[in-house]
């Protein structure tokens, strides 16, 4: 689905890999992360990532973004709900959708919640929402609850809540940063964006300590793979440097949209040797469900042809910066499992790994982790086969755990 692939040299040595230049305008506030920085030239490479539109093209996108000596540099310092007051002064940034929404007293979504009594003057050109905020909760996976005058707020990006300190272009981090911005109206001539205003969340990278003697393992999956995920840690200890994306890897047209950045990370990997353990499936799988009736509907998620073609872009992307990938196959629907909104289907794990059966040929050097075939006739499994959920209990998650390990170190052994 990508028509074109292109390689980025991201600080020294790493590639930023099947990422296009974007076509769509870059807004204000987007959650961007830069992956080059030039402060000679006062210029960065910023990649914006999006649900991946098989129309354009277009997942991750990359922009020239400047900077001059009037833009304005803010480090977002993290926040504790218990460390604030029931309600605390804030300033909002939101997208024109959400603002509409919160306009006409609807739960909205938030780009950013800054506290303070100066956040409205420190955000005025992103033309923030004023108000009083109680921040309820902050999950590991990355949501944020709040609610705003009253209002319900929900929050995905959770490194964007906090209080500003000033700061300098310097503490631009390439991959291990993030930045929102509010730009002057653009592009300009030669395609490129000015920031007035950036605001800079930085993390650690996750690689720094790897010992260097071993290889590395990135684990990148569903809430599945967080089921097992502990356990083949385990197993791997003393073995691999191990690594997992950050909560669930959800769908494979989110996988399109995100990979660029999972795989820029393991480039600072201080191993030569990286394997890439993947799975997307039990999430283009699920099925719409009417809301009144909890009936299920036609609609996948991801409807399989779209599955497939996504898979093959991703293997090949993955392939494409050298990595040695493990395609851990689709675990099993055990018994329908309608919802109000969605659910999945029994059995129909099986239509979706069969499908992919082509794709794994055409990528041989790809080793096949089979957690289906296991679960399918493990008489651990019998009494979970027996349910509608498609998580594991703990004995049978160090099962998976122990598998997928297994096949994490002969993909090691290649």
């Avoid at 205003?197 to 690689?207: C, D, E, I």
Wanted: net charge positive; aromatic share 8%.
């Amino acid at each position: 689905m990508f028509k074109r692939l292109l390689s980025l040299g991201i600080a020294s040595a790493a590639v930023f890999c099947g990422t296009l230049w974007g076509a769509k305008p870059l807004s204000d506030g987007e959650n961007c992360i830069p992956t080059k920085v030039d402060q000679e030239a006062q210029t960065m490479t910023v990649c914006a990532p999006t649900a991946y539109d098989p129309v354009d093209n277009e997942g991750a996108r990359l922009y020239q973004v400047k900077w001059d000596k009037s833009t304005k540099f803010y480090m977002i310092r993290g926040v504790k709900p218990k460390s604030l007051a029931p309600w605390s002064d804030a300033a909002v940034i939101v997208s024109a959708k959400d603002r509409k929404k919160a306009l006409e007293g609807k739960p909205f979504a938030a780009m950013a919640v800054i506290f303070g009594a100066d956040a409205a003057k420190q955000l005025e050109g992103f033309d923030p929402l004023v108000g009083r905020v109680n921040l309820l909760s902050i999950a590991a996976s990355q949501e944020a609850a709040f609610r705003f005058n009253g209002k319900e707020i929900k929050m995905r990006h959770r490194d964007f809540i906090g209080t500003l300190q000033p700061s300098r272009a310097k503490q631009l981090q390439p991959i291990f940063g993030r930045v929102r911005m509010h730009l002057d109206p653009g592009p300009a001539a030669d395609g490129s964006y000015t920031a007035r205003t950036v605001l800079l969340k930085n993390s650690s990278n996750p690689y720094a300590k790897d010992d260097p003697n071993l290889p590395t393992v990135l684990v990148i999956g569903d809430s599945i793979s967080q089921n097992y995920g502990p356990y083949a840690a385990a197993e791997l200890k003393g073995k691999v440097n191990f690594h997992k994306i950050p909560g669930s890897s959800g769908d494979s047209v989110r996988g399109l949209a995100q990979i660029p950045f999972w795989l820029a990370e393991a480039k600072y990997a201080n191993s030569g040797k990286v394997v890439v353990s993947i799975n997307h499936g039990l999430h283009d799988l699920r099925r719409a469900c009417d809301p009144k009736t909890m009936a299920f509907l036609k609609t996948h998620q991801v409807e399989l042809e779209d599955y497939v073609r996504n898979v093959d872009t991703i293997l090949s992307t993955i392939e494409a910066c050298g990595y040695q990938v493990v395609w851990v196959t689709t675990t099993p629907v055990p018994n329908d499992g309608p919802g109000r909104f969605y659910g999945r289907v029994k059995d129909e794990d099986l239509v979706y790994n069969d499908a992919l059966k082509p794709v794994l040929a055409k990528h041989p050097k790809v080793l096949i982790c089979d957690l289906n075939t296991l679960v399918r006739n493990d008489p651990a499994f019998d009494e979970w086969r027996k349910g509608r959920d498609v998580h594991y209990p703990e004995d049978c998650r160090k099962i998976l755990g122990k598998a997928v390990a297994a096949s994490i170190l002969e993909a090691v052994a290649k």
